[in-house]
């Protein structure tokens, strides 16, 4: 939560912590001021009826057929002092309790997109969404919205996110509001049942729309003066007097980032930073899901810690430059020794960073064991991913998998000078360290007859060798992240089964999730509970996250622009993507936050 806000702004201090420190200070005061131009939700009571049903507690003012009977005993002993005591309103009365009707408690706000309100209208929109979002959280009621040219089963959203308000800033329509537009939410949202708290935010002339009858109003607009920098805001609650507020706007610089993107700091932050190293080429998590690492063009790799939240101090990230005429070939993190690269050059691929023997860490170099048998041959699939897992012993192994399913091991460092690369296993579809061991997928192999050998867990180092069967047709899989519920050797495993279904295995057993066609899956996420497992897709349009379980899909998040490459990881609830336009993204599952963004640096 946003704790430098001043006090009369921390009544909102939940909502304003999506916002960076300095916008959240311009917004305070607008939401201050619509705050009081609202009004509260007040809770239903005994005025709103409902059925009885007994009664809850005491109060001082009630009928006489209410007075509690330790009352009557005035009436014998002292008449006179029941008199004064009814007079001061001293006596007690039952309070009786009513049922109330379900899903009367619901604030829903819908919010012009049209040309109306584009531009600077809509800062008062957002300043209304904080308010409103508070407004019915005080009196614990469901708080859903969305815009109102959109499709409500797209665009209907519950609750204040960053995910939510970044999908409604992108929604904008060239079309002004319609009573069409307010007929299908009416209808999506079930609106022809009373009572509801339902505001409508535009014009003046969503008013004259047909089917507005009831609903409280929001306008918007801005003086037609010259020079003028403030909106004129008419508050009309269906049953109460309507209120007139001016909100004066921010500078125009704040304004512009408030529309844009009202995530986006000034300040030298951990969620927000440019990059002013080399374009980032592509990303992968470590290993251990702990660590991301950063392929940069000119050869610089990054291993940057995860922040722990979206205001959290990020360390100094650990960087490996390698020399000109070598090409990065893989890079991996590890807890104790730091990051690894390996790199190729000529016909050598030289470790840059020690590797972990029983007698210490020694400098490595290697070398193929056939031509045929290089990491690098497929091109596209640079940068690899270098798994690292240290034995009882004290000798470090590695393995890395290649752009053709191949998993190669690398032999500890040799005296020689140089040690040996090769491939370990064919048809790997994914590899991780799962509960300190690191396992990878092997997809199902024909072994003639028409028989096939099903999909397998493998567990790297042991001796004898352990396999654990799955059973899963085609074998691709992803590794993901969840504190509980998950399968003892795997942890949260997803693999594939046929077409678009996904078999997940868990502790329980196994769940199939079918993906819809055109969805591309990138991983397998845990929100935060009571929400089950599920896959991580990127929709057809390649910037919108769904998550698609069991129960109805829903977005997470959605990409500023068209997604190059997204992958979650499976050592913590986060999820990252890397955009066409070199824009880096880490979204935390469990705040529905932006954790940190990076772009790259303009140049002048």
Not at 423 to 445: D, G, I, K, Y
Not at 571 to 579: D, E, I, S
């Amino acid at each position: 939560m946003t704790t430098a806000l001043p006090p009369a702004l921390r009544p909102w201090a939940t909502q304003l912590a999506l916002f960076p420190e300095d916008l959240a200070r311009h917004l305070g005061p607008h939401v201050a001021r619509l705050s009081a131009a609202l009004g509260t939700l007040r809770p239903r009571g005994e005025a709103e009826g409902g059925e009885p049903q007994g009664y809850d507690g005491l109060s001082r003012r009630g009928n006489f057929e209410r007075l509690l009977v330790s009352e009557w005993l005035w009436a014998l002993e002292a008449p006179e002092e029941l008199v004064r005591r009814a007079a001061f309103g001293e006596l007690s009365f039952l309070k009786p309790a009513f049922r109330q009707p379900q899903g009367a408690r619901r604030t829903v706000v819908l919010l012009d997109v049209g040309p109306d309100q584009l531009g600077l209208p809509r800062i008062a929109h957002l300043a209304l969404l904080v308010v409103l979002a508070r407004r019915a959280e005080a009196v614990g009621a469901a708080f859903t919205w969305g815009a109102l040219q959109a499709d409500p089963a797209r665009a209907t959203h519950t609750g204040l996110s960053g995910t939510s308000l970044l999908a409604w800033l992108e929604a904008r329509s060239p079309m002004p509001a319609s009573a069409v537009h307010l007929s299908t939410w009416r209808e999506a949202l079930d609106l022809s049942r009373a009572p509801e708290d339902v505001w409508l935010v535009g014009s003046s002339r969503l008013g004259r729309l047909e089917g507005a009858e009831g609903m409280s109003r929001v306008e918007v607009s801005e003086p037609m003066e010259p020079g003028a920098h403030r909106l004129a805001v008419d508050v009309r609650p269906s049953a109460r007097v309507p209120r007139s507020v001016v909100l004066e706007l921010p500078p125009p610089e704040d304004c512009l980032r408030l529309l844009r993107n009202p995530f986006h700091s000034n300040r030298s932050s951990s969620a927000f930073l440019p990059r002013k190293a080399s374009r980032l080429m592509s990303f992968a998590f470590s290993g251990d899901g702990r660590r991301v690492l950063l392929f940069s063009a000119n050869g610089g790799v990054e291993a940057m810690a995860v922040p722990h939240s979206p205001r959290a101090t990020l360390p100094k990230p650990r960087r490996v430059q390698v020399p000109s005429g070598q090409q990065v070939i893989a890079a991996g993190w590890r807890t104790k020794g730091g990051l690894l690269v390996l790199a190729r050059h000529q016909d050598t691929y030289v470790m840059h960073g020690q590797v972990q023997t029983p007698h210490g860490f020694r400098k490595a170099r290697y070398h193929a064991t056939d031509a045929l048998s290089r990491p690098d041959m497929v091109a596209r699939a640079l940068p690899l991913n270098l798994l690292s897992w240290v034995d009882p012993r004290g000798q470090e192994h590695l393995w890395l998998k290649d752009g053709q399913e191949r998993l190669f091991s690398l032999a500890p460092p040799s005296s020689s000078g140089t040690s040996a690369l090769g491939v370990e296993e064919e048809q790997v579809s994914a590899m991780a360290e799962v509960n300190s061991r690191p396992v990878c997928v092997l997809r199902p192999q024909s072994v003639g007859s028409g028989r096939a050998i099903i999909s397998r867990l493998k567990v790297l180092g042991e001796d004898p060798v352990r396999q654990v069967p799955l059973n899963a047709r085609q074998g691709e899989a992803y590794f993901g992240y969840a504190p509980s519920g998950t399968h003892p050797d795997a942890g949260l495993l997803a693999v594939r089964d046929k077409d678009q279904d996904w078999r997940l295995f868990l502790d329980t057993g196994v769940s199939v999730i079918p993906v819809p066609e055109g969805y591309r899956v990138v991983g397998v996420v845990k929100p935060p509970v009571p929400s089950p497992p599920g896959m991580l897709a990127l929709a057809p349009d390649q910037r919108t996250f769904h998550f698609i379980s069991r129960e109805a899909s829903r977005v997470l998040a959605v990409a500023s622009g068209p997604v190059e490459q997204a992958a979650a990881s499976h050592g913590q609830p986060v999820f990252g993507w890397l955009t066409q336009a070199g824009e880096f993204v880490l979204w935390d599952l469990m705040e529905q936050a932006l954790l940190y963004r990076s772009f790259p640096e303009a140049t002048p």
